[in-house]
Nanobody, 116 residues
Framework: QVQLVESGGGLVQAGGSLRLSCAAS????????IGWYRQAPGKQRELVAT???????NYADSVKGRFTISRDNAKNTGYLQMNSLKPEDTAVYYC??????????WGQGTQVTVSS
């Protein structure tokens, strides 16, 4: 089992920055990928960014150049640095971890609200 807890969300003005954290516990020794997703009211959940165990990354076109995904395996934590935030970034952000044995695990999400 893997348990994930997101933190770092909040209210920020357009153009500002936030850093989200995803703390993992449980069977963390076999996590090979971490992803961030988001879901805005009335919309489907969408992929924001992923990072592999080899530190390969990919990003949604809408956040490329503004967001950076990273991980610190020693701390069992993933991060999403969000810069130049826009009102359309407003959503609940969810962390996902792919585990070799347990498959995908999800956190409860953290709210990000960007005001204009």
């Amino acid at each position: 089992q893997v348990q994930l807890v997101e933190s770092g969300g909040g209210l920020v003005q357009a153009g500002g920055s936030l850093r989200l954290s995803c703390a993992a516990s449980g069977s963390t020794f076999s996590i090979y990928a971490i992803g961030w997703y988001r879901q805005a009211p009335g919309k489907q959940r969408e992929l924001v960014a992923t990072i592999s165990s080899g530190l390969s990354t990919n990003y949604a076109d809408s956040v490329k150049g503004r967001f950076t995904i990273s991980r610190d395996n020693a701390k069992n934590t993933g991060y999403l640095q969000m810069n130049s935030l826009k009102p359309e970034d407003t959503a609940v952000y969810y962390c996902n971890a792919d585990h070799r044995v347990w498959g995908s695990s999800w956190g409860q999400g953290t709210q990000v609200t960007v005001s204009s």
